[in-house]
């Protein structure tokens, strides 16, 4: 039969795609970082105890970072959330500071930041691609159009 394959050639279409696969795994996406000349706020979250349940103490292995945009009038800033991870060498338990609760999960821009959108947009009746501009001429040119961005995930839910 015309475009059937057979149990070889099927398996080794099969095998030489997992082997593809595994040689060249898909990429995740980048976000570009946000401006190096934008002024940084250090905010160090620690767990509450750095003791294991077990007694022993605990070690650090690394850190998990993250940054948030926010706007103060006439200012840009990022938070700098850095959250310290710690193992216990004999029972292997991990333990790390919760992520702080964020207006839009996995989002960039802090509650300053939506509020100024906002009030921009509905209050003083600018349009979203005017504060696009405004953000471009700020340092923000080369990212996703931010005041759009921030709009459409505050209201898509």
Request: charged share 20%.
């Amino acid at each position: 039969m015309p475009g059937v394959l057979s149990a070889p050639a099927l398996w080794q279409l099969a095998t030489s795609a997992v082997f593809f696969l595994s040689l060249n795994p898909p990429q995740k996406p980048k976000r570009t970082p946000l401006p190096a000349e934008f002024p940084r706020t250090l905010i160090h979250r620690e767990p509450d105890n750095i003791h294991c349940a077990c007694g022993c103490a605990l070690k650090r292995i690394g850190e998990d970072v993250s940054e948030k945009l926010d706007y103060t009038p006439g200012v840009f800033t990022v938070e700098r959330h850095v959250r310290d991870k710690w193992v216990c060498d004999d029972c292997e338990t991990l333990i790390q500071a919760p992520v702080p609760a964020q207006v839009i999960d996995k989002g960039i821009p802090t509650a300053g930041l939506l509020a100024h959108v906002m009030i921009a947009k509905f209050a003083d009746h600018l349009p979203l691609y005017r504060q696009e501009s405004i953000f471009g001429r700020a340092g923000l040119a080369n990212r996703q159009p931010m005041p759009s961005a921030v709009f459409h995930h505050s209201f898509s839910r």
